[in-house]
């Protein structure tokens, strides 16, 4: 099917797909990005799929993502629930192991747990201070590889750096 009678469809048939999102999710991303069309690494087009392409299953309450249509590449990005916004920028398996860590080193000083020091809001204020990136653009499925080695090193010096 065309992605125009795909799209005709999931509005006739009231399914939520990214092409026929909510309204409601949409207004409560604040800075979406635009979607991808050309891969940022390797410059071929960028497809909308569904993640069993990714994951071999569907996966998660949203399974979509963008990705990019050069199997050697396959850089992706996924989707905010019940829209087509991408959740940060396309990333490669590197991109997206660094992404990983800066995850793990940053979420348990907001998330309930022995780490727990901020609240969520919080903890990107302070995040956004240390790197000096503006809290609009301190999301980690934005940074780039050298952000998300910023954010390990910041989250394993809390005591040392300036609160
Ligand atoms: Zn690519």
New binding site residues.
């Given amino acids: 099917m065309s992605s125009d009678i795909r799209t005709a469809f999931d509005k006739a048939s009231g399914t939520k797909t990214p092409r026929n999102p909510s309204r409601k999710s949409i207004a409560r991303v604040k800075n979406p990005l635009p979607a991808p069309t050309r891969?940022r690494?390797?410059n071929?087009e960028v497809e909308l799929v569904g993640n069993e392409q990714i994951y071999r299953r569907a996966y998660g309450e949203w399974p979509w993502a963008y990705l990019?249509t050069?199997l050697e590449?396959g850089?992706y990005v996924g989707l905010h629930p019940f829209t087509a916004i991408p959740l940060g920028t396309m990333a490669d398996a590197e991109l997206r192991e660094w992404r990983k860590s800066a995850k793990d080193a940053f979420n348990p000083l907001w998330q309930d747990g022995l780490e727990k020091r901020f609240s969520r809001s919080g903890a990107y204020a302070w995040l956004s201070g240390q790197l000096g990136i503006d809290a609009g653009a301190c999301h980690v499925g934005w940074f780039d590889i050298g952000e998300c080695q910023r954010v390990i090193f910041a989250c394993g010096n809390i005591d040392q750096v300036s609160l």
């Fill in positions: 891969c690494y390797c071929a990019c050069d590449c850089a």
